[in-house]
């Protein structure tokens, strides 16, 4: 998997930064978690739209990946399925203001690490992060 | 227990009400329920303001809806209590949800109809009425206190009624659809022929009789020239404009009208108009807010950039300045001195640098401005000196802090020495934020951390600066300007001094308090339940407040601060910041306080607080009136509590409240009721009913509380007395002493989880700074016992829940002794420092009392 890491992503990596990509439809959350994240020390990118970032982890592998599963033109549960694919290692945390037992289940089915419902504390999810890097051995951030 | 139909329900009600008194409280009480469930989801949605949350748009319309749900279903519970129906209570609950429809909708409710606002009424809330730039200045006059121009604005509201009467609102919205449609095509024409109809356009007669009244009385006997300027939707906001609108100065007050409509007529030059089709991709439809004021007759003007934009090192800010005013200073047309001055303070200059200065603009006595020679003595020298620099200094980070962007202020000084700001507007450092972005993550990786994790965020935001540990009145005599405030609870006295603090962190404290709120509305990063940071810090330190991931670091981490101000997105602009705090003001202020005064009626709810409340009040009266006329409806027949104290008491028993036995009253030893029975220990506890003797000077005030108490018990079925409803596990409270107002509603005594305590405090017949100050008191108190409180004029209401029941019956204890000490308190508190006094003084009993029943 390494040749598909990009400079950058190495740069990173050699770093001991985690990285993270966000999906979400709504430009809110992806414009509140991409700082967040960046100030608390790890390498984010963020994307409003399912196709760019379908493509973008067909270039490059994330640690931790922050998907909406409601979102026009992709579902996220295919997405995230994808990724796991991809990437079984990858740590898949979904969030959704839909949140129902149904979806929760079949979310973990496919591998998902957390399930976070909107409204979500900024605290929460950074918790479900540290988590992953945690049971990964990540750990880079405070 | 087989339910009987709502039809045999209300059967002959009147005169034999076929159920028994269980029933009827069911319904009652699940108006409660439902009330309660209410009050929780506005304070939920208000919560999301605060930081700590990620929510998107589908939250605020799902939030909306429910609520609207809540609400109807509320209305419609107190229609089959009170077999009415409620025509203008369901209308009124029409009203206020097609107003919160429309705001979804994107369709701006103007909340203000007035043609004019004046700038001491105006902040950010009114933003939609006065416009981005006028409200700007509205929140730099109103709530950081600094000085501006004084003056008025003439509101977007105006503006549509005038170009309405014209004719060309229409015109106007054909037009901005037809360039969108068509990509701009004949833009020319169309800017030429609208800015042409708006210049020569007749005004309403109230709205140019009205500001040419307000531009007389502006500019005062000596007619001091006016200077006009445009405060558009967006402009200076999201989206800058800079520039392309007209402002027009040194107006003589008899050509107002001639000026506003010069800038109206700006509002579709040919260059706003290509701006708003790239840029606004819904051609929503634009506004145009004028602010007129009075031009300040400037010694000294110029602008300050609050991060210099071409200095690579030590990011200082930058100042130009100039003799006489600002405007050849904006242009760049006349020569200025520069200064370099550091960021933090006392913000030392780094490097000055003085031209020869040999015109400046002054204030033509005939109207308008005039180009004067500078007198020769001046010309060389420095046109500011440290101490105008330093005081400029931190104004302008007092501004960025608030802005939370780094700004670009236009400012004068006056001859006598005054600090005028003419406007502040977002400064874009974004081209050299593309790096910040790994220069963070670095920084904050590094810095050693102080403790992290804990506290609940209660405004987001970074600041740094030297701790100023707080414990009493004296230390916020002599806090320092730039410093970090750290006590060991949150408190709004605090309020006084948070323009000159850039982050407070308490050790105690909750997210929707009061102090909570004004650092919100101040925008001061605040940490609050932060544990033992008293402890931990010391006085002096200089550490950095990274209040989003409640983290305190030791020193003064500066990229973490920069990057906060050149996040791309302010959240507090946001669409959904905005949307959500629009909504809000038709759903959560509580306008319908006094259920004696006449107002106290649907027509007068102006939101979903106000529904609730007045149905919450009107089913409290149903059930008293029920329990008075059917006594052969409870389980046994109310009885009357015999206490030591002048309670007035009737006890409905719904279940096992109180020990099986005869007659109409009861002693206190009969009450089986966990929760009523600790709250009458509370209020029976030494030193908790107030007994002390009452000053010379209130002793009217006493005849009027004693008058009400023996009403009260010489008329025993009179509205208004005391009632409590208990179960074993439950208890329903309504207790009127004197005026005071007070509704206990708890359940204690199942599973930890079903453990909850409800306690609302309003009422009282001193003035209203009186009354505050016993809100505030009772506030305080009730936040030391893990109450998230509310606070709304003198209303105070808090909850508790999820406690185990030992410790929530200590909560009822000290309810208890609250409501006696708190009695007729008010009267006596005439100062804040008194009120603080009373808080110390009332904890400090209680901590005792409760010792000695452990």
Redesign the interface.
């Known amino acids: 998997m390494t040749d598909d890491i990009s400079p950058a992503a190495a740069a990173d990596a050699a770093?001991g930064?985690t990285s993270i990509l966000v999906l979400?439809d709504?430009p809110?959350?992806c414009?509140?978690?991409r700082?967040?994240f960046?100030?608390?020390?790890?390498?984010?990118e963020a994307f409003t739209n399912p196709a760019e970032a379908l493509e973008r982890v067909t270039q490059r592998r994330f640690d931790v990946v922050i998907t909406d599963l409601k979102m026009e033109g992709l579902d996220g549960l295919a997405f995230l399925g994808k990724v796991k694919a991809l990437y079984p290692d990858t740590g898949v945390i979904v969030i959704t203001?839909f949140a129902t037992m149904e979806t929760a289940r079949e979310s973990f089915r496919k591998g998902v690490f957390d399930f976070v419902a909107?409204?979500?504390?900024?605290?929460e999810?950074?918790d479900g992060v540290r988590r992953i890097e945690k049971e990964k051995g990540l750990g880079?951030?405070? | 227990m087989e339910l009987p139909s709502i039809k045999d329900l209300f059967a002959g009600w009147r005169k034999k009400p076929p159920v028994p008194f269980s029933v009827l409280f069911k319904k009652f009480k699940s108006i409660l329920e439902r009330n309660n469930s209410i009050l929780e989801l506005i304070g939920d949605m208000g919560d999301k303001l605060g930081g700590d949350y990620v929510f998107d748009r589908q939250y605020i319309f799902d939030s909306c809806e429910r609520l609207g749900d809540q609400v109807f279903k509320l209305v419609s519970d107190l229609s089959l209590l009170c077999q009415r129906k409620n025509v203008s209570l369901f209308t009124a609950f029409e009203r206020v949800q097609h107003q919160i429809r429309e705001e979804l909708a994107g369709r701006r409710a103007l909340s203000r109809s007035d043609h004019i606002l004046p700038l001491a009424e105006l902040t950010h809330d009114l933003a939609d009425e006065g416009g981005n730039k006028m409200a700007s200045l509205g929140d730099i006059r109103n709530i950081l206190g600094c000085t501006v121009p004084e003056g008025f604005v003439v509101t977007a509201g105006a503006y549509f009624e005038a170009m309405e009467r014209a004719g060309l609102r229409k015109l106007a919205a054909q037009t901005t659809k037809h360039l969108c449609d068509t990509r701009g095509q004949g833009l020319e024409e169309a800017s030429l022929r609208l800015r042409q109809s708006i210049l020569s356009m007749p005004l309403p007669r109230s709205l140019s009789k009205a500001v040419e009244q307000a531009a007389r009385k502006l500019a005062g006997e000596g007619g001091a020239l006016l200077a006009v300027r445009s405060s558009a939707w967006g402009e200076d906001g999201e989206s800058s404009f800079a520039g392309m609108y007209e402002s027009v100065l040194g107006v003589a007050p008899a050509d107002i009208l001639d000026a506003y409509r010069r800038v109206l007529a700006s509002l579709f030059c040919e260059d706003a108009l290509r701006y708003r089709m790239h840029h606004d991709t819904t051609c929503e439809e634009p506004a145009m807010a004028v602010g007129v004021m009075r031009m300040v007759d400037a010694r000294t003007s110029g602008g300050l950039y609050t991060y210099a934009p071409l200095q690579e090192h030590d990011q200082p800010m930058v100042v130009s300045a100039a003799w006489g005013l600002g405007k050849p200073i904006v242009d760049g047309t006349a020569e200025t001195d520069t200064y370099f001055l550091r960021r933090e303070p006392p913000h030392e200059t780094i490097s000055s640098e003085v031209s020869p200065k040999t015109t400046r603009l002054g204030l033509d006595p005939s109207g308008g401005t005039r180009t004067e020679s500078v007198p020769a003595e001046l010309r060389d020298n420095a046109c500011l000196d440290r101490g105008q620099l330093a005081l400029l200094a931190e104004t302008a980070m007092n501004l960025e802090r608030f802005f939370k962007r780094p700004l670009d202020v236009e400012w004068a000084f006056t001859p006598d020495g005054t600090l005028t700001v003419l406007q502040a507007r977002p400064l874009s450092i974004r081209p050299r934020s593309c790096s910040l972005g790994e220069d963070v993550a670095e920084a904050a990786k590094d810095a050693p951390v102080i403790f992290s994790g804990k506290g609940v965020t209660a405004m987001g935001g970074v600041a740094s600066g030297r701790v100023h540990i707080v414990d009493n009145d004296p230390d916020l005599a002599d806090f320092p300007y730039g410093g970090i405030l750290v006590a060991r609870h949150s408190s709004p006295r605090y309020a006084r001094i948070m323009p000159k603090c850039r982050g407070i962190i308490a050790d105690v404290g909750s997210a929707t308090g009061h102090m909570a709120t004004i650092a919100r509305e101040l925008r001061v990063p605040t940490l609050v339940g932060a544990g033992n940071a008293t402890r931990v810090l010391r006085q002096g330190q200089e550490i950095t407040l990274d209040a989003d991931h409640k983290v305190v670091y030791d020193g003064a981490v500066e990229a973490l601060c920069r990057y906060e101000l050149s996040k791309e997105d302010v959240f507090e602009e946001s669409w959904e910041y905005r949307t959500l705090k629009r909504v809000l003001r038709h759903i959560s202020p509580l306008t319908l306080l006094d259920p004696k005064s006449d107002q106290f009626r649907p027509e007068s709810c102006k939101t979903f607080h106000d529904i609730a409340r007045y149905v919450h009040q009107r089913a409290v009266d149903k059930l008293i009136s029920l329990a008075e006329t059917h006594q052969d409806l409870t389980e046994g027949a109310p009885r009357r509590l015999a206490t030591k104290l002048p309670l007035g008491m009737t006890i409905i028993d719904v279940d096992g409240g109180l020990a099986p036995g005869e007659g109409d009253e009861v002693g206190e030893d009969a009450v089986r009721c966990r929760p009523l029975s600790a709250i009458l220990d509370g209020m029976n506890a030494a030193g908790m009913w107030e007994t002390r003797p009452v000053p010379v000077d209130l002793g009217s005030f006493m005849s009027s509380v004693t008058r009400t108490f023996s009403a009260d018990q010489s008329h025993p079925t009179r509205m208004g007395r005391n009632l409590a409803v208990v179960s074993r596990e439950y208890l329903n409270l309504h207790l009127r002493l004197g005026y005071h107002f007070t509704v206990v509603d708890a359940y204690l005594g199942g599973s930890i989880n079903d453990n909850v305590i409800f306690f609302r405090f309003m009422g009282g017949v001193t003035d209203f700074t009186r009354r505050s100050r016993r809100a505030t008191l009772v506030a305080d108190i009730l936040e030391q016992f893990d109450f998230v409180v509310e606070t709304a004029g003198d209303m105070v209401t808090g909850r508790v829940k999820k406690h185990p029941t030992r410790a929530m019956l200590d909560k009822m204890f000290m309810l208890g002794g609250l409501i006696g000490y708190t009695r007729q308190l008010d009267a006596m508190l005439d100062s804040d420092e008194a009120g603080q006094r009373h808080v110390q003084e009332f904890l400090q009993r209680i901590s005792a009392l409760r010792e000695a029943r452990e």
């Open positions: 770093k930064r979400d709504e809110i959350v414009k509140r978690l700082p967040f960046q100030k608390a020390g790890y390498e984010v203001g909107k409204p979500f504390k900024l605290a999810i950074l880079t951030a405070k």
